[in-house]
């Protein structure tokens, strides 16, 4: 790493990691759509009913709740590639894996077969999430931070428009199974940035012994921390209902984007090309600053 290096300068190696980085944050933008509003745009197609549709909202739980498995990660040692490449590999593979089977579904036929490979999707994809910010942590000096998770940031933007407007689009001419098929596919390029990308050398740090004592010292302790602080409920209650209306309403967009007819591939798709045009740079430029 180039530790020494001040702020915005960058060496080769510097410049090798970031592109690695920026695959990585596609190989993490991937899979949310397709296991969120891509696949509610699928079923409502479909004509699965509302409340069907509804429940894919608790897919998405498992983003939430990742920090529970996390320590898992940390603690256990793969057999081989080190101990992010190790563990990065196989989640990738068995993420595409999970994809795959996803697109051979049919949420019209078999609705509770479609839920359950979208939430084994997103656990998959929430797992490795948590690998690759442990890999940019460790495999980046602290004045390369900024400019890595912005690399993440764009890349996972674009998958994210990939997977949801470009789904979409392709879901005209190929079918949904060929445009999730495809999917899988490129989630594949995940794999292959890892094997590029250098193991991080750090000193760890001595942590309890057992997964339960490690889990209180991850998990239990800085929640209680959190939790303790002065207004915290004031602070928790603002973010709840700061979300709540783009929660509930996002949720039940994609029953109704088809009500309008025979425009509404064309709707969905420009609908995406510009939430990309305004939403792709500003965040990455935030996390360089």
């Given at each position: ?19 690695i980085m920026a695959v990585l944050g ?102 490795q999430d948590i690998i690759i910010d ?6 980046f000096a602290p004045n390369l931070q ?144």
């Amino acid at each position: 790493m180039s530790g020494q290096a001040g702020r915005g300068s960058f060496s080769r190696p510097d410049f090798g990691r970031l592109g690695i980085m920026a695959v990585l944050g596609f190989s993490s933008g991937l899979p949310w759509a397709l296991s969120g509003p891509t696949l509610r745009y699928w079923m409502s197609g479909e004509h699965v009913p509302l409340g069907m549709i509804g429940l894919t909202a608790n897919i998405g739980l498992a983003y939430l709740l990742k920090f529970v498995w996390a320590p898992f990660f940390d603690e256990a040692k793969p057999f081989f590639f080190g101990r992010r490449r190790g563990w990065l590999i196989p989640v990738q593979i068995a993420l595409a894996l999970a994809i795959a089977a996803l697109a051979l579904s049919d949420p019209g036929q078999d609705i509770w077969l479609t839920l359950g490979l979208g939430a084994l999707v997103a656990f998959l994809s929430a797992s490795q999430d948590i690998i690759i910010d442990a890999w940019r942590i460790e495999a980046f000096a602290p004045n390369l931070q900024g400019a890595a998770l912005a690399c993440e940031v764009w890349g996972w933007r674009v998958a994210y428009q990939v997977s949801n407007a470009g789904v979409i689009a392709l879901s005209i001419g190929l079918g949904w199974h060929g445009a999730f098929g495809l999917m899988a596919v490129l989630a594949l390029l995940g794999p292959l940035a890892v094997l590029f990308a250098p193991e991080p050398q750090v000193a760890r740090e001595v942590h309890p012994a057992g997964l339960a004592s490690r889990f209180t010292q991850a998990v239990r302790e800085p929640l209680q921390e959190f939790l303790g602080r002065r207004g915290i409920a004031v602070i928790i209650g603002f973010i709840v209902l700061f979300r709540l209306g783009g929660a509930l309403g996002g949720t039940m967009l994609a029953p109704i984007i088809p009500l309008w007819g025979s425009i509404a591939p064309i709707s969905r798709w420009r609908t995406g090309r510009y939430r990309w045009s305004a939403a792709l740079p500003a965040p990455g430029w935030v996390a360089c600053w």
